[in-house]
Nanobody
């Protein structure tokens, strides 16, 4: 069974940076499509970024494009989300998801993912 554990969240001022990590166990990362989603209070979980199984394809939500970077280190079985120029609107719980599928593109839809981590809180103060 694949398990995902997010870390790296915290409180940061607007304009600051954070780097989230998603440690994968139970399966090697190089067979998984991976993604980051976030959920703010009172809102639905929304897509942030994704990367396909071999890292060749990435995709970002328009709201984070140019500020966030998704990456993966298969040797460490870990996926990352580097978040720069953070805004108060980025405040949310951030979740990583996985889907064991070889595909040319990564997955942007919530329903595409098989399982999720427990989430890590990111709070951006103004």
């Amino acid at each position: 069974q694949v398990q995902l554990v997010e870390s790296g969240g915290g409180l940061v001022q607007a304009g600051g940076s954070l780097k989230l990590s998603c440690l994968v166990s139970g399966r090697t990362l190089n067979v998984l499509g991976m993604g980051w989603f976030r959920q703010a209070p009172g809102k639905e979980r929304e897509f942030v970024a994704c990367v396909n199984w071999n890292g060749a394809s990435t995709s970002y939500a328009d709201s984070v494009k140019g500020r966030f970077t998704i990456s993966r280190d298969d040797a460490k079985n870990t996926m990352y989300l580097q978040m720069n120029s953070l805004k108060p609107g980025d405040t949310a719980v951030y979740y990583c998801g996985q889907r064991p599928l070889y595909a040319a593109d990564c997955f942007r839809a919530l329903g595409d993912y098989d399982s999720w981590g427990q989430g890590t809180q990111v709070t951006v103060s103004s």
